[in-house]
């Protein structure tokens, strides 16, 4: 008998040190993004520090979801629990730390999110 629930094939995993806090499913890697964007505007204002949340926030503004989503990741741990993300797509397995101690300060740009995870924005 075939299992009726298909899972997505591009998967979102973000980590903590006490356990996993957010999971995705999805059936594109646009659509994978687009609901980790939604995590990340969610928690941004209470675990980052104002100044990177208001860049997270700007980055959202200007269309720059890779962007806002590889800042969040980046200054997550500077003030709280420090999280990081792991990605899973129908034809790549990709795991990446993005945290404070592996990206750099939030003075420096961040353009090599997209170039590492290959991470496509949502479509509109």
Do not use: K
């Amino acid at each position: 008998m075939e299992n009726p629930i298909r899972l997505g094939e591009y998967t979102a995993v973000i980590h903590a040190a006490d356990g996993v806090r957010f999971t995705a499913s999805a059936a594109s890697a646009a659509e994978r993004s687009s609901r980790i964007l939604d995590y990340v505007i969610e928690r941004c204002q209470y675990t980052l520090w104002p100044r990177a949340a208001g860049e997270v926030r700007a980055r959202i503004a200007a269309g720059d979801v890779n962007g806002a989503i590889a800042t969040y990741f980046a200054d997550v741990g500077e003030r709280w629990d420090e999280e990081w993300l792991e990605l899973d797509g129908s034809d790549e397995r990709q795991s990446m730390r993005l945290s404070a101690e592996a990206q750099p300060s939030s003075a420096e740009p961040r353009n090599d999110f997209d170039r590492l995870m290959r991470f496509p924005a949502p479509s509109a």
